[in-house]
T-cell receptor, first 115, second 114 residues
């Protein structure tokens, strides 16, 4: 099993540009989560999907952030326009339906730098 | 308002001894608690979890203890090994009745010294 796959691993962009982060969850997992890690706030939940449907997006910081899950094997997190304060590591995680203990499997993350 | 707190940013332990990592929480609705381990440039890796109806869960060298009255949990690693050097995150999830997000502490950097 390849695990959760995220791309790109690193992204450097200029303020005002659109950024799209991609995630492929583990096959058979029906829940997908996007997290962001910063020095100030640590790891925080942005949004999660259950069976491709967004359940809770209360962690999305602003309207500049949007996430989609068009099918069970793909999700995107988009920032438009990007700002320097969006610089962080963005993690995607997936969870198997019925998993006890809410164990989530994380991808390697995308390190985003907005200049 | 931090609902999950890890008050020790770092901890240094000699190889072969016990490592004890602590975590406090404020939300009594949390029903599962998890520990994750993270190496640099990698995503967090699940270690062990415990349900709020239990007070102890053990898996090999790792044991998690939960004290609900004190809203406190701890992870014990015995014996500590050099490969255990990493950042450890405590996380909690609420009674969502299904998939719900994790609330993380800010992590404790564990350093195992030879």
């Amino acid at each position: 099993d390849a695990g959760v796959i995220q791309s790109p691993r690193h992204e450097v962009t200029e303020m005002g540009q659109e950024v799209t982060l991609r995630c492929k969850p583990i096959s058979g997992h029906n829940s997908l989560f996007w997290y962001r890690q910063t020095m100030m706030r640590g790891l925080e939940l942005l949004i999660y999907f259950n069976n491709n449907v967004p359940i809770d997006d209360s962690g999305m910081p602003e309207d500049r952030f949007s996430a989609k899950m068009p099918n069970a094997s793909f999700s995107t997190l988009k920032i438009q326009p990007s700002e320097p304060r969006d610089s962080a590591v963005y993690f995607c995680a997936s969870r198997e339906q019925g998993a006890r203990g809410n164990e989530q499997f994380f991808g390697p993350g995308t390190r985003l730098t907005v200049l | 308002d931090q609902q999950v707190k890890q008050n020790s940013p770092s901890l240094s332990v000699q190889e072969g001894r016990i490592s004890i990592l602590n975590c406090d929480y404020t939300n009594s609705m949390f029903d599962y608690f998890l520990w994750y381990k993270k190496y640099p440039a990698e995503g967090p890796t699940f270690l062990i979890s415990i349900s709020s109806i239990k007070d102890k869960n053990e898996d090999g060298r790792f044991t998690v203890f939960l004290n609900k009255s004190a809203k406190h949990l701890s992870l014990h690693i015995v014996p500590s090994q050099p490969g255990d050097s990493a950042v450890y995150f405590c996380a909690a999830s609420g009674a969502g009745g299904g998939a719900d997000g994790l609330t993380f502490g800010k992590g404790t950097h564990l350093i195992i010294q030879p």
